[in-house]
């Protein structure tokens, strides 16, 4: 199993980048659990609803905004794991996910390559997935395959599992994948259960989820039916769920970053609560690709010093709830 370097221990061995003091985040976790309860969470989809209503979340049926009251967010913060387990079909590259370990990931997901050898820029195809999976398997500083790309030359409608088998094929380590249904999601964690089955064959499926799923929330204060679908069922198989927000300041969040951290802290933490109403203890990693918005060319400010200062602040965060974090960079 491998477990990365720390960063900031007390002792000083390694880099650590503090934003805020504990009065600071005691002020954003309050401001974030009364948006929470009161100007609430858009839900498009009818489980989770009735997941919310039962649980004690107030409920409007007619405009699905659901307003979750502090005492739930709580409770699923006391259950869901500070460490988790990203499994690899090799056990030595088992990646632990917790607090101030640091690891790395490639970025997704590309729509387009230059072919290296015909020098045309394309879409990207199912030959392009097994190609990155085995540059990625490589390299040694990467701890798991995030889907780094898609088989635009398959059937979209089942493109995921073509994504999934040309990763699975050509890496030994964890892979990351992101469904945009409920059917593909169960469909990808058969296809997972079969491979763990060929390598453990005398262990429990459940120790070696050697897939997991990032799902995102739609920026402002969203949970739309494909995430709601991911999210139930990597609860519901025990899959860690990677739950990231990609609000972008002055876009779909508040052009001040203090109020999009307080944005983005909300739809990460609803996706949370989402799952622990599912199955109590389900893995999740409190997740972050917000960045602020380019208001010249109306593109993602992906590299700017605001992603860092936010990548951090969400590091902190997360932290603060004991919870792994998954952050982007630039």
């Known amino acids: 199993m491998r477990r990365d370097r720390h960063a900031g221990f007390t002792a000083g061995g390694g880099f650590r980048l503090s934003p805020f003091t504990r009065e600071e985040l005691d002020q954003i976790n309050r401001s974030t659990l009364e948006v929470m309860e009161h100007q609430g969470i858009f839900v498009q989809h009818d489980e989770a609803l009735e997941l919310f209503d039962k649980a004690g979340a107030r409920i409007n049926p007619k405009t699905k905004i659901v307003k979750i009251p502090p005492f739930m967010v709580r409770d699923a913060l006391e259950s869901a794991p500070e460490t988790v387990v990203m499994h690899a079909r090799d056990p030595r590259r088992d990646a632990v996910i917790e607090s101030n370990r640091v690891a790395f990931t490639n970025f997704g997901e590309a729509l387009n390559v230059y072919d290296i050898n015909t020098?045309?820029?394309?879409?990207?195809?199912?030959?392009?997935?097994?190609?990155?999976?085995?540059?990625?398997?490589?390299?040694d500083v990467i701890s798991v395959v995030e889907q780094p790309a898609g088989s635009h030359d398959m059937p979209q409608e089942v493109g995921h599992?073509?994504?999934?088998?040309?990763?699975?094929?050509?890496?030994?380590?964890?892979?990351?994948?992101?469904?945009?249904?409920?059917?593909?999601?169960?469909?990808?964690?058969?296809?997972?259960?079969?491979?763990?089955?060929?390598?453990?064959?005398?262990?429990?499926?459940?120790?070696?989820?050697?897939?997991?799923?990032?799902?995102?929330?739609?920026?402002?204060?969203?949970?739309?039916?494909?995430?709601?679908?991911?999210?139930?069922?990597?609860?519901?198989?025990?899959?860690?769920?990677?739950?990231?927000?990609?609000?972008?300041?002055?876009?779909?969040?508040?052009?001040?970053?203090?109020?999009?951290?307080?944005?983005?802290?909300?739809?990460?933490?609803?996706?949370?609560?989402?799952?622990?109403?599912?199955?109590?203890?389900?893995?999740?990693?409190?997740?972050?690709?917000?960045?602020?918005?380019?208001?010249?060319?109306?593109?993602?400010?992906?590299?700017?010093?605001?992603?860092?200062?936010?990548?951090?602040?969400?590091?902190?965060?997360?932290?603060?709830?004991?919870?792994?974090?998954?952050?982007?960079?630039?």
């Open 161 to 330: 599992l073509h994504d999934y088998e040309a990763l699975m094929n050509n890496t030994s380590k964890h892979v990351v994948m992101m469904p945009h249904n409920m059917e593909i999601a169960e469909l990808l964690v058969r296809m997972s259960e079969i491979a763990a089955r060929a390598h453990f064959p005398d262990d429990p499926v459940e120790d070696h989820r050697i897939l997991s799923f990032l799902i995102c929330p739609v920026s402002p204060l969203r949970l739309l039916e494909p995430t709601c679908d991911v999210i139930i069922v990597a609860a519901r198989n025990n899959c860690v769920c990677n739950v990231l927000s990609m609000a972008m300041a002055g876009g779909s969040s508040s052009v001040h970053l203090a109020g999009t951290l307080v944005t983005h802290n909300a739809e990460v933490l609803s996706g949370i609560v989402l799952s622990q109403l599912v199955r109590r203890g389900a893995p999740v990693i409190y997740g972050s690709s917000t960045t602020a918005f380019d208001l010249r060319t109306g593109a993602a400010a992906v590299g700017s010093p605001e992603l860092g200062m936010i990548g951090a602040a969400v590091g902190a965060m997360a932290q603060y709830y004991n919870l792994p974090s998954w952050t982007a960079g630039g």
């Open 119 to 139: 020098g045309v820029h394309r879409e990207t195809c199912k030959q392009d997935l097994a190609d990155m999976a085995t540059i990625i398997d490589s390299l």
